[in-house]
């Protein structure tokens, strides 16, 4: 296929064609935690089933926010703003890549940002409070992050002039990595150590989502994981010894269901240092 059909396509690609995208490769994952999911989950379809009920407001949302994020992709093109028409890049492949590197430093300043600032946190905690892990954690997000993703998304595609199809090109890459990262099952080892040198794993993701600081703040990763090991935030340890969920949010019932889940950004925040806890683990860098 050449480089104009892709452009072609993901000029004019519809919301029902990424839609489907997204269902199909939850299908294929959901089915690969079938057969060799790491970790036992008894409760897999009561997971999927509170985690899904996010699916109906995170849509809402989207649809709201999509409008203002295609006006700005609309100015920016009609006037030629950003960082990518001032590098003045004219071949297509060129300009996807750079775009590419781009928002994936975006997104994990963006993922940087849930955690340090407290406002921020407040949402992007409901995601991390999940007591189980898996494909179906990938779209545990409280509405009122869904606003502010799609918010510094629009910023990002804003800054860098980003065209309309290089962001759904690569945002066939970022679904996918998203799903597979939340998926319960991990590479072999050696394959994830080769791998996990440039791209996001499902175990590495895994150690974000363990329930203890320092690893809560490590491992941003959107797709690449370069981001990581070039500021410092990358960190490893054994799969085994990953337990799901928040330190600070120890309430598993209160955590699974959605109507209590989506209310945690409304109550009192609670910060690690404000509970008693056991001598700071090591991070393995």
Known sequence: MKMSDLISF?????????????????LIFWQMET????????KRWSHLWNNALYILPDTLVQVAVGIF??????????HHWGLLFLLGIKNPVALFIVSFLMLDFC?????????????????HLVHHSDPIVDVTTTVR???????L????????????????????????????????????????????KYVGLVFNTPHLHHIHHHYRHPYTDSNYADVLIIWDRLFGTFARMEEKDLIYGLETYPDEDKNWQFHTSVALPFQTLIYPEDILQEQPQEVKY
């Open 149 to 192: 993703r799609l918010g510094f998304t629009t910023l990002w595609v804003f800054l860098t002039g980003t065209p309309l199809w290089a962001y759904f090109f690569r945002q066939f890459f970022q679904i996918s990595c998203n799903f597979w990262c939340h998926s319960n099952f991990v590479l072999p080892e050696k394959i994830d």
């Open 69 to 78: 994020f295609i006006k700005t992709i609309n100015f920016d093109q009609t």
């Open 35 to 42: 057969l060799v999911a790491f970790k036992n989950n008894p």
């Open 10 to 26: 993901f000029t004019e690609v519809t919301d029902m064609q990424r839609l489907m995208f997204a269902v199909t490769v939850v």
């Open 141 to 147: 997000e409280h509405p009122g992050e869904t606003v």
């Open 107 to 123: 997104e994990w300043v963006y993922h940087w940002l849930t955690h340090k600032v407290p406002f921020f946190w407040r949402f």
